[in-house]
T-cell receptor, first 114, second 116 residues
Framework: QKEVEQNSGPLSVPEGAIASLNCTYS??????FFWYRQYSGKSPELIMF??SNGDKEDGRFTAQLNKASQYVSLLIRDSQPSDSATYLC??????????????WGLGTSLAVNP | ETGVTQTPRHLVMGMTNKKSLKCEQH?????MYWYKQSAKKPLELMFV???????ENNSVPSRFSPECPNSSHLFLHLHTLQPEDSALYLC???????????????FGDGTRLSIL
């Protein structure tokens, strides 16, 4: 089992629809969860981060965390063609110690069709 | 300038060359990171510095040598690289790392490295 798993896609949604991106992780001790967007040929850009169970909303984006089921999701409402990108999920590796390392998923490719 | 700046943007080098990648952050952060991004692979953490101290070396070959002279600057010195080292090398910075959580990381535009 991969430490952080994402469906590679492509996920294709029509403009204006809700895009739902999912990420599962293996380490029950993980406490920090991040979503990044990466356009082709560009570097990752932070979209959302969440530390507690439940939902966190920021504009059109909502992150949902369920630690019991070990998944974190990202919802994009009113999807726009400019949202077309690869979405990376990153989860910290939960181990006792002075440093916490982020483990990254392979990313889900999202295509929003006009 | 704002954010995280990396130079050069592109680098082509032979296997026997020595070169350095540079990263500078203007965000007032105290942690800096080097990542390698290859096609079809997840981002691979290479090195982490927290308050100028190296806190993570993720089993990186010695042909990659990091240097962090202060909290704003990070270098990656390259020597006798292999063709499989061709990749996008990304620098990131964040607030200082803590015991219990990670701070969001902000990335530079990366250096596209090609080894001949």
């Amino acid at each position: 089992q991969k430490e952080v798993e994402q469906n590679s896609g492509p996920l294709s949604v029509p403009e204006g629809a809700i895009a739902s991106l999912n990420c599962t992780y293996s380490d029950r001790g993980s406490q920090s969860f991040f979503w990044y967007r990466q356009y082709s040929g560009k570097s990752p850009e932070l979209i959302m981060f969440i530390y507690s169970n439940g939902d966190k909303e920021d504009g059109r984006f909502t992150a949902q965390l369920n630690k019991a089921s070990q998944y974190v999701s990202l919802l994009i409402r009113d999807s726009q063609p400019s949202d077309s990108a690869t979405y990376l999920c990153a989860v910290n590796k939960g181990y006792a110690g002075n440093n916490r390392k982020l483990i990254w998923g392979l990313g889900t490719s999202l295509a929003v069709n006009p | 300038e704002t954010g995280v700046t990396q130079t050069p943007r592109h680098l082509v080098m032979g296997m026997t060359n020595k070169k350095s990648l540079k990263c500078e952050q203007h965000l007032g952060h105290n942690a800096m990171y080097w990542y390698k991004q290859s096609a079809k692979k997840p981002l691979e953490l290479m090195f982490v510095y927290n308050f100028k101290e190296q806190t993570e070396n993720n089993s990186v070959p010695s042909r990659f040598s990091p240097e962090c002279p202060n909290s704003s600057h990070l270098f990656l010195h390259l020597h006798t690289l292999q063709p499989e080292d061709s990749a996008l090398y990304l620098c990131a910075s964040s607030q200082a790392m803590s015991l219990y959580s990670n701070q969001p990381q902000h990335f530079g535009d990366g250096t596209r490295l090609s080894i001949l």
